[in-house]
């Protein structure tokens, strides 16, 4: 899956593909939207979002690379 130049929008169509658990894919989503007010709106989340947010990220790599998400 590439994502060079990708909107979170079709993020959301390419990662519909992975198959994830609705949880995973809405958490994710819910991450890509937070970064999306970081990067835009110069928005600046707690330490518990970031922390959650990389949580979910390295959890979500793991399940996709066991082959859990697939």
Same mark, same amino acid.
């Given at each position: 899956? *590439?994502?060079?130049?990708?909107?979170?929008?079709? #993020? $959301?169509?390419?990662? @519909?593909?992975? /198959?994830?658990?609705?949880?995973? *894919?809405?958490?994710?989503?819910?991450?890509?939207? #937070? $970064?999306?007010?970081? @990067?835009?709106? /110069?928005?600046?989340?707690?330490?518990?979002?970031?922390?959650?947010?990389?949580?979910?990220?390295?959890?979500?790599? @793991?399940?996709?690379?066991?082959?859990?998400?697939?």
């Amino acid at each position: 899956m *590439y994502s060079h130049s990708k909107t979170t929008d079709d #993020l $959301s169509i390419q990662m @519909k593909d992975l /198959k994830l658990p609705n949880e995973f *894919y809405h958490e994710l989503l819910q991450i890509l939207r #937070l $970064s999306d007010l970081v @990067k835009y709106a /110069k928005f600046q989340p707690g330490s518990a979002d970031n922390q959650k947010a990389f949580d979910v990220i390295v959890q979500t790599i @793991k399940d996709i690379e066991r082959g859990n998400a697939v």
